[in-house]
């Protein structure tokens, strides 16, 4: 005899899987140019080259420079653009993907404002809108910020003012990682241990320290063990990536307006940048001299 079926409830649907969301990592330092451009830039290269599609925003409202590092035309659009279209209820991905010029494979920029004085031009709001975005377009989101994070107490009042360090706070807190980068000298530490103060006191990830341009010229013999006895002791900070200085590879990098994986790839500094960008990829990035293809796409 068949037996009758006592339950026709069809089986429950499997669970939704939550959407891929980018990893947003913030790369800050103090003033005094310490290289936070030149490490953004070549990071989120080396996060691209390694396979994972990558988008490099130009924050800094005081002297943004991503665009001359990689042969951008300043007249692109770039952020200022995508905050105006945020403004107007105008900007989705489609329109951030457009507005990010596209260097090489896997690897997006959304250029700064073109003159400092464009500043006003970019609201945190809207700042937070497109790192929301960006998250949707790549795996990395990479922050160039600028150095300044104090709240101007007197335009805070106004919550409506527009406030030149709200692009560096905000993306600051919209962050997952905040890679903090100090110059190897005594000037450049100083202004390290202070900034490791500063940063604790508004919202942010925990820093990883970068001390860039290590050499004994400036801080004497063994360099690595003296800078890392001073930030221990001064600013409680452990776990210090060292990048060499290598003017010779970087000023080449700046005159061709390229990456160092595509003009200098076995510099020391680049492969000290591969493995900083292995912590996240959980592999090297592909050494060797890579095309020049990017380079020429993006001059046009």
């Known amino acids: 005899p068949i037996e009758p079926v006592t339950d026709l409830t069809p089986p429950p649907p499997p669970p939704l899987s939550e959407p891929t969301r980018g990893r947003v990592i913030a790369v800050w330092g103090p003033t005094g140019a310490p290289g936070r451009s030149t490490l953004a830039v070549n990071l989120a290269s080396e996060l691209a080259a ?39 209820g105008t900007l989705d991905l489609v329109a951030l993907a457009r507005l990010a010029v596209e260097v090489s494979p896997r690897f997006r920029v959304l250029t700064g404002v073109p003159t400092p004085s464009r500043w006003p031009e970019v609201r945190s709001a809207a700042v937070e809108h497109v790192i929301e975005l960006a998250r949707s377009l790549a795996a990395f989101v990479v922050l160039d910020l600028g150095f300044g994070i104090e709240d101007d107490e007197e335009l805070s009042y106004d919550t409506a003012a527009p406030r030149r360090n709200a692009t560096t706070l905000s993306g600051l807190a919209e962050a997952d990682d905040l890679v903090l980068v100090g110059s190897a000298d005594p000037i450049g530490l100083q202004r390290m241990v202070r900034a490791v103060q500063g940063v604790g006191q508004v919202s942010s990830p925990a820093p990883r320290p970068v001390v860039n341009r290590l050499r004994a010229s400036s801080v004497g ?38 990456t160092l994986r595509e003009c ?37």
């Open 264 to 300: 200098a790839p076995d510099s020391p500094l680049r492969r000290a940048i591969v493995q900083l960008a292995a912590t996240w990829t959980g592999a090297a990035a592909p050494t060797g001299r890579s095309s020049a293809r990017g380079l020429l796409r993006r001059r046009g």
């Open 221 to 258: 013999s063994d360099p690595a063990r003296r800078v890392e006895e001073s930030l221990a002791r001064f600013a409680g900070v452990e776990g210090i990536t060292f990048l060499p200085d290598d003017p010779a590879a970087t000023d080449a990098a700046l005159l061709a307006g390229a």
């Open 50 to 88: 390694a396979g994972a599609p990558t988008v490099l925003i130009d924050l800094d409202t005081y002297g943004a420079a991503v665009a001359q590092l990689l042969s951008v035309l300043d007249e692109a659009p770039g952020l200022a653009a995508a905050a105006r279209a945020s403004e107007l």
